[in-house]
Structures are given as structure tokens and as C-alpha cells.
């Protein structure tokens, strides 16, 4: 079974900046279409940014100009800096496979704090 362990998150005021990791010790992201997540108190799971294998992004609008996706294939893991987050960035955040999902992580909470 595939393990994705996320990390980084933690408290930060409204302007702040966290850089979250995510790793696997599964199947190598190199050939797959990654994809952070996030839920938010009440709500259901988002997408919130994706990179394809060749490493093409796409962006939830509203983190847009804030957030960037990146990955190392050399080293494996999948990144999302966020920067000038908001408190309506509040929520867990997972990664996983875009489009043929393993089972969720534990995620990495994030609060933005006004």
C-alpha cells in the first residue's frame, strides 16, 4: 500500500508564508500527475493546485498568483509554497495522485490567523 506523508503546515499570521512537503514511499511521482488538496472545517476536500509529469501547472483560482507547485524527480517529492496566505487558507492540506488517488494521508494542518 502506498504511504503519502504531507508535512510543513503550521500557524502563521495573515502575509505569511509556509512551504509544505509532500513524500511517498510508493510509487515514484516522476511518472505521474500530482496534486495538492485541501479541506477546510465543513467542507469538502478541494483541489487547490496540480503539476503534470512533464510539470505543467494548474491553480484553484483563488490561490492563484500565491501559490506554486513544484516537484523534484530526482528526489521524488512534491512541494507547495504558499505565500501571502489568508485566513480563508485555513484548512488541511494532502497530496496525492491527481487521477488514480492512493489512500489519503493524515495531511499537514495550516491556520492563517488575521
Known amino acids: 500500500q502506498v504511504h503519502l506523508v504531507e508535512s510543513g503546515g503550521g500557524l502563521v499570521q495573515a502575509g505569511g508564508s509556509l512551504r509544505l512537503s509532500c513524500a511517498t514511499s510508493?510509487?515514484?511521482?516522476?511518472?505521474?500527475?500530482m496534486a495538492w488538496f485541501r479541506q477546510a472545517p465543513g467542507k469538502q476536500r478541494e483541489l487547490v493546485a496540480a503539476?503534470?509529469?512533464?510539470?505543467?501547472?494548474n491553480y484553484l483560482d483563488s490561490v492563484k498568483g500565491r501559490f506554486t507547485i513544484s516537484r523534484d524527480n530526482a528526489k521524488n517529492p512534491v512541494y507547495l509554497q504558499m505565500n501571502s496566505l489568508q485566513p480563508e487558507d485555513t484548512a488541511v492540506y494532502y497530496c496525492?495522485?491527481?487521477?488514480?488517488?492512493?489512500?489519503w494521508g493524515q495531511g499537514t494542518q495550516v491556520t492563517v490567523s488575521s
Open positions: 503539476i503534470t509529469a512533464g510539470g505543467s501547472t
Open positions: 496525492n495522485y491527481r487521477y488514480n488517488p492512493a489512500p
Open positions: 510508493g510509487l515514484a511521482f516522476a511518472n505521474y500527475n
